[in-house]
T-cell receptor, first 114, second 112 residues
Framework: DVKVTQSSRYLVKRTGEKVFLECVQDMDHENMFWYRQDPGLGLRLIYFSYDVKMKEKGDIPEGYSVSREKKERFSLILESASTNQTSMYLC?????????????FGPGTRLTVL | DQQVKQNSPSLSVQEGRISILNCDYTNSMFDYFLWYKKYPAEGPTFLISISSIKDKNEDGRFTVFLNKSAKHLSLHIVPSQPGDSAVYFCAASPLYGNKLVFGAGTILRVKS
């Protein structure tokens, strides 16, 4: 079974703190994704990585950065957390290819910024 | 501008009846469509998909219909079961694409 794990299920941080969210997948997938899920807005893509050290901005990259030093690990960084970044963060991974390949999701991290 | 729209935030259905969840899209470059199901405190899981070359795909109790001319797809669940209660996300991907665009989701409640 494909497994995507996220470092924390729940996280509470203070405004201005630097926050690291970690994601690890065990299926040797080339692609990894970070989304945030908000009520009424669905899942919105923050960043996407298609290879080690490669990244591409998604629809809402402002206030976030990412790091992919190893194929299995994709980190989301909030340089200076703000209250409007309180959300559910979801990591996903998939094989690369010419056509769409299914994305497998982790359980999510519920981040609260006070 | 939302490219994938799920206009019904919630739907309530009696156990055993049919659930119909709807999704509209605006981007004609979308070529592949999916439905994901999400329980609280879990990540979304893939449910069923359809390519733009088809108009119907069936998997057990789940059927997805695609109307390309109307840019509309729907998910039918029959018969509905209480365990189907979850948030359902419609998503779309362009040809040769690896990314998904998601709708806002529809909360389905199946009453026993």
């Amino acid at each position: 079974d494909v497994k995507v794990t996220q470092s924390s299920r729940y996280l509470v941080k203070r405004t201005g703190e630097k926050v690291f969210l970690e994601c690890v997948q065990d299926m040797d997938h080339e692609n990894m994704f970070w989304y945030r899920q908000d009520p009424g807005l669905g899942l919105r893509l923050i960043y996407f990585s298609y290879d080690v050290k490669m990244k591409e901005k998604g629809d809402i990259p402002e206030g976030y950065s990412v790091s992919r030093e190893k194929k299995e690990r994709f980190s989301l960084i909030l340089e200076s957390a703000s209250t409007n970044q309180t959300s559910m963060y979801l990591c996903a991974s998939s094989f690369a290819g010419d056509t769409y390949n299914e994305q497998f999701f982790g359980p999510g991290t519920r981040l609260t910024v006070l | 501008d939302q490219q994938v729209k799920q206009n019904s935030p919630s739907l309530s259905v009696q156990e055993g009846r049919i659930s119909i969840l709807n999704c509209d899209y605006t981007n004609s470059m979308f070529d592949y469509f999916l439905w994901y199901k999400k329980y609280p405190a879990e990540g979304p899981t893939f449910l069923i998909s359809i390519s733009s070359i088809k108009d119907k795909n069936e998997d057990g109790r789940f059927t997805v219909f695609l109307n390309k001319s109307a840019k509309h797809l729907s998910l039918h669940i029959v018969p509905s079961q209480p365990g189907d209660s979850a948030v359902y996300f419609c998503a779309a991907s362009p040809l040769y694409g690896n990314k998904l665009v998601f709708g806002a989701g529809t909360i389905l409640r199946v009453k026993s």
